[in-house]
């Protein structure tokens, strides 16, 4: 009898096999699945082609501003469309990162476009590295793959970094290699981890001021799961403390020289809580009070300065709060209700906007599945991910939610519905086999 062959009992995987085989839990692959995808995107799209309605303002809106008085030698500046001088309306990481591009290759040119879109897919397609170390260490690494992957490939993942030039996909890629290190410094020894905790939050500080709310959080899930250990965190935390105020420290003394007072990072909240709390308030921003969009709030700005005009904003949003704690209060759920479900009449094609929330929603109440079912089963993590969106959102619950304000987030929230999803299908497959 002749010999049989090997692959006639044992077939051959097909190319796409071996390169799955390979690839499904390579970080370079990974990346540059996501990275290619994302710029595709961009050209296919034209992203690239901002209207040039209001002289140019939807190109990066009030960072694109400041980053516009940057490449014109006018320094930290004008957040709008008049030249109104220096301001802190915006931490400075991503306006100074627009006005280094426009020296470069323009302002507020294709090109210049092209590259801050291309910047924002590759902090987008990095993000998948800390993704996956998270889901492998809280889970497995099936989660890990799945979940990095469907960052990659998702559509929904790559609107902000393919559409908006903003800060938004740096806060994610940094909120989620802050949740990697918080979970590492369980175990770590040494003093690298408690720096690299206290630099990568001052820059988070110094990208996107609300990410702060979950500082506290952090900090304190790793003492408690390091004493729970009989590690000491004492000097830790103070070096951690040390580099995170070095790291600020800069900005904030440039604010104190400017305004002559302290201003920590940025000075806008008095105008946001206004734009969300007043007369005509109803859960969402009351984008026609804002300076951008108001003539009158445009000369109010002018006439008062910035940091008088956000102080009175503060007062009226306050004298509103004030006379009816009742409807502030009903006024945030509604904002608590839209920050997880979606805005009302959020797309541009009104039949699609009730599609689209339902899909919004339906990611909220898989992730908040997941949570439950991680903190019943005592997974690593569990409780970090709890603080997380618990602390994050809480912010918006009092100012207005946009679907934008949840992206930093979905990393974590990606990981916990992959999760919940991963274990309904073992409870599947179970279930023959106990039968």
């Known amino acids: 009898m002749p010999p049989v ?17 390979q690839a499904r839990t390579s970080f370079s692959w990974m990346v540059a699945v996501a990275f290619l995808l994302r710029l595709g995107l961009i050209l296919l799209n034209h992203t690239y082609k901002f209207k040039p309605v209001d002289n140019d303002f939807s190109f990066g809106f009030e960072m694109g501003r400041i980053g516009r008085a940057i490449a014109s030698g006018r320094g930290f500046a004008d957040p709008f469309t008049l030249p109104t001088g220096p301001t802190a309306w915006e931490p400075p990481l991503y306006p100074y990162l627009i006005g280094g591009v426009f020296r470069l290759t323009g302002i507020y040119t294709h090109l210049s476009a092209f590259i801050l879109l291309t910047i924002n897919s590759l902090f987008s397609a990095l993000t998948l590295i800390p993704i996956f170390l998270i889901a492998r260490k809280c889970f497995s690494e099936k989660v890990a793959t799945w979940t990095a992957w469907t960052w990659a490939v998702l559509p929904s993942v790559m609107f902000w970094s393919t559409r908006w030039v903003w800060e938004t996909s740096l806060a994610a890629l940094l909120m989620t290699v802050i949740f990697w290190l918080t979970l590492r410094l369980e175990d770590s020894e040494g003093a690298g981890p408690w720096i690299g905790f206290g630099l990568l939050w001052g820059i988070a500080a110094l990208t996107n001021t609300s990410l702060l709310s979950f500082l506290p959080a952090s ?53 946001e809580l206004r734009l969300g709390n007043g007369p005509g308030a109803n859960g969402i921003w009351m984008q026609w009070l804002h300076p951008s969009q108001n003539v009158l709030e445009m000369r109010r700005y002018e006439r008062l300065g910035e940091i008088e005009y956000v102080a009175t904003r503060k007062r009226e949003a306050m004298d509103f709060i004030h006379q009816s704690y009742g409807r502030f209060a009903w006024l945030s759920l509604k904002r608590f209700i839209y920050y997880w479900g979606g805005l009302p009449r959020s797309s541009e094609i009104p039949a699609l906007a009730p599609f689209k929330n339902s899909l919004f929603l339906a990611s909220s109440v898989l992730a908040f599945w997941g949570l439950g079912r991680a903190l019943r089963k005592k997974r690593p993590g ?25 992206h930093p987030i979905e990393p974590e929230l990606g990981i916990l519905i992959v999760y919940v999803i991963s274990e309904a299908e073992g409870i599947r497959r179970r279930k023959p086999e106990s039968a």
Do not use: T
């Open 382 to 406: 569990a409780w970090l991910f709890l603080w997380l969106v618990v602390s994050y959102p809480a912010i918006y619950y009092f100012v207005f939610p946009h679907p934008r304000y949840r």
């Open 5 to 21: 062959a090997a692959s006639s009992v044992f077939p051959q995987k097909s190319g796409l096999e071996r390169w799955w085989a």
């Open 219 to 271: 900090g304190l899930w790793a003492w408690y799961r390091r004493a729970k250990q009989r590690r000491r965190s004492f000097s830790g935390i103070v070096l951690a403390a040390i580099f995170f105020l070095a790291a600020i420290a800069p900005w904030l003394v440039r604010n104190y020289e400017v305004f002559g007072k302290f201003i920590f990072i940025r000075s806008n909240f008095g105008a």
